[in-house]
């Protein structure tokens, strides 16, 4: 079963906390550009043992995963690469944006792996998604806006809480709030249309992704 609702009419009240939190304040921080990133990464300023992204020039600690996120990240990744021809599909791996490397649970990327000499490009990424237990205010917040800002075309939340899959598509692009137009939500006893460029290439029942 899928519902649609609409997006962008409020947050809800699990996230109202968390968006209402007062700014820190700009002195105590830096912000840094995607090639600075690189740069640390390159001169190994974060320990082998950490993980971090970067979001919107923050460079941010990624949540623990535990075993049902792991789980479901692997069936997605695998799931959906059955489906695929002409793109491949990778787990927690980088995706490049003017201001941000998130690491999404899954990204569908046109090509072959070996196509990219470097991370590829937000513009190659027709499809990202997010498990999310304990990152689902994150993920529908920050990198929701993250993933519209670089006008990713579809966006999934594998919400391992409420047991569904957000759907979220038509990116607005670059604005002073970027966001998606629409959302479709698919119950665990639903089906997931996955879409590509334009195309649906196949569709995946939610009860066998979810743990």
Not at 15 to 27: S, T
Not at 79 to 90: C, I, Q
Not at 142 to 163: D, G, Q, T
Request: charged share 30%.
């Amino acid at each position: 079963m899928s519902i649609a609702v609409p997006v962008g009419d409020g947050l809800p009240s699990d996230l109202a906390a968390e968006a209402d939190l007062p700014p820190v304040p700009a002195q105590f921080l830096k912000r840094f550009a995607v090639e600075e990133y690189h740069e640390l990464i390159d001169k190994g300023a974060f320990a082998d043992d950490e993980a971090f992204e970067l979001l919107e020039g923050w460079v941010v600690h990624k949540m623990g995963k535990n075993r049902p996120h792991s789980l479901v990240t692997q069936r997605l990744r695998d799931m959906v690469a059955e489906l695929l021809d002409g793109y491949y599909a990778d787990a927690q791996e980088p995706i490049t944006t003017s201001d941000s490397e998130p690491e999404p649970d899954l990204s569908v990327v046109r090509g072959c792996r070996e196509d990219y000499t470097k991370q590829p490009l937000a513009k190659d990424a027709p499809l990202v998604a997010e498990v999310s237990e304990r990152s689902l205010a994150r993920d529908r917040t920050l990198k929701k806006r993250i993933y519209a800002r670089a006008k990713i075309p579809v966006f999934w939340i594998v919400n391992l809480i409420e047991r569904q899959i957000e759907i979220y598509t038509e990116p607005s692009g670059p604005s002073k709030r970027p966001d998606y137009k629409e959302c479709q939500i698919v119950k665990a006893e639903g089906t997931l249309p996955v879409v590509i460029d334009g195309k649906e290439v196949g569709k995946l029942k939610v009860k066998d992704l979810l743990p």
